[in-house]
């Protein structure tokens, strides 16, 4: 029977060099920074979305088509978006655990959190200029 040497290894020394990628503070604030960046565009958004209803067309991309209006609604899609897209992703990463699937879900939030915020600003900025 050969002699083998066993080495206890202590749970910190296991994980050695497998450590932080040091990038979760910097997810974290960008989610603080676009909820509080959130709650006013909410409001304003909300405050033109009641003074448009009922409106025609028209009227509605007279109002859009001021300057003020325009670049507050698409700061709040803007906002809106890249929050949900961090959201996202930080979900993802906690729950989807094969690496496949992952990439995929990583992916497709990308895409849909992108497609989803340009639509919004196109939107905005067809009504406001007929780009």
Not at 6 to 17: D, E, I, L
Not at 37 to 57: D, E, M, N, Q
Not at 104 to 125: D, E, K, T, W
Request: with cysteine; aromatic share 10%.
């Amino acid at each position: 029977m050969a002699h083998e040497t066993k080495t206890v290894h202590n749970p910190p020394a296991a994980a050695r060099y497998y450590g932080s990628a040091h990038t979760g503070t910097q997810t974290f604030w960008h989610q603080r920074i676009t909820s509080v960046a959130g709650v006013p565009l909410t409001i304003a958004f909300i405050a033109i979305v009641i003074a448009l209803l009922g409106r025609s067309h028209a009227t509605t991309g007279q109002v859009l088509g001021s300057p003020l209006v325009a670049i507050v609604v698409i700061l709040f899609v803007a906002s809106i978006a890249y929050h949900m897209w961090i959201g996202m992703q930080e979900i993802i990463v906690d729950y989807v655990h094969g690496p496949v699937a992952k990439y995929l879900a990583l992916f497709g939030n990308m895409f849909f959190c992108s497609v989803v915020g340009l639509a919004s600003i196109y939107a905005v900025l067809k009504l406001s200029n007929g780009v």
